[in-house]
């Protein structure tokens, strides 16, 4: 289902069942589940987005841990494959000693113009054409199963022309940070549902 971008609604309709079925085994088995803050260092890492179930009205995120259709969540992003570029790998780094989680999702030319070969002779191009667009977010703990997160800024690095240096750009109102202790017209929040350490499932975001 390429992360829910070719899903179904019957495809959907299947996936939040197994999510609502992994929910209640965490609860019944009073493990998988996170307390927080306690167990902040669970999320420690980098995940990678398996499915997202993007404009639908309760949005279900899933992700495994070092692993029309767009991004989705409450600010969906660019569709996944459009003539002039294609979404690959998407990644959540959590780094929660300093209380921040970057997301990180990496941009390609579209399959013609790499088809083309005109990308490797140009002067000074490296063999990777990739993008890579990280956004980093800070976090509060909301609940004991909830994280309440605001963007802070974020940056795009260019593989093909790595001696440029990443163009880094703010993400906050006029550049004061936001409080994200409380809930506000620019944090969001993201209710972690399962976690086995290899596997996350939340509900938000």
């Known amino acids: 289902?390429?992360?829910?971008?070719?899903?179904?609604?019957?495809?959907?309709?299947?996936?939040?069942?197994?999510?609502?079925?992994?929910r209640l085994a965490a609860l019944q088995e009073g493990g998988w589940q996170l307390k927080l803050p306690k167990d902040l260092a669970?999320?420690?890492?980098?995940?990678?987005?398996?499915y997202?179930?993007?404009?639908?009205?309760?949005?279900?995120?899933?992700?495994?841990?070092?692993?029309?259709?767009?991004?989705?969540?409450?600010?969906?992003?660019?569709?996944?494959?459009?003539?002039?570029?294609?979404?690959?790998?998407?990644?959540?780094?959590?780094?929660?000693?300093?209380?921040?989680?970057d997301t990180v999702v990496q941009l390609r030319p579209p399959k013609w113009l790499r088809e083309t070969g005109v990308l490797s002779k140009l002067p000074f191009a490296g063999e990777n054409p990739d993008t890579e667009l990280k956004l980093t977010q800070k976090f509060d703990v909301a609940t004991s199963d909830t994280l309440r997160f605001a963007f802070t800024d974020g940056q795009v690095a260019s593989r093909l022309f790595e001696q440029?240096?990443?163009?880094?750009?703010?993400?906050?109102?006029?550049?004061?940070?936001?409080?994200?202790k409380v809930d506000g017209p620019f944090t969001d929040t993201l209710v972690t549902t399962y976690c086995d350490g290899d596997l996350r499932l939340g509900i938000g975001g």
């Open 164 to 180: 440029l240096k990443p163009l880094q750009f703010p993400m906050t109102l006029l550049g004061f940070p936001v409080d994200t």
């Open 42 to 50: 669970t999320l420690e890492g980098r995940w990678k987005l398996l």
């Open 1 to 22: 289902v390429d992360r829910g971008s070719k899903a179904t609604p019957l495809d959907n309709s299947k996936i939040r069942n197994l999510g609502e079925k992994l």
């Open 52 to 101: 997202t179930s993007g404009r639908l009205h309760h949005k279900l995120g899933g992700f495994v841990n070092n692993r029309s259709a767009s991004l989705g969540g409450v600010r969906s992003g660019p569709p996944l494959d459009s003539p002039i570029l294609e979404v690959g790998d998407i990644y959540q780094v959590y780094r929660t000693q300093d209380s921040q989680a």
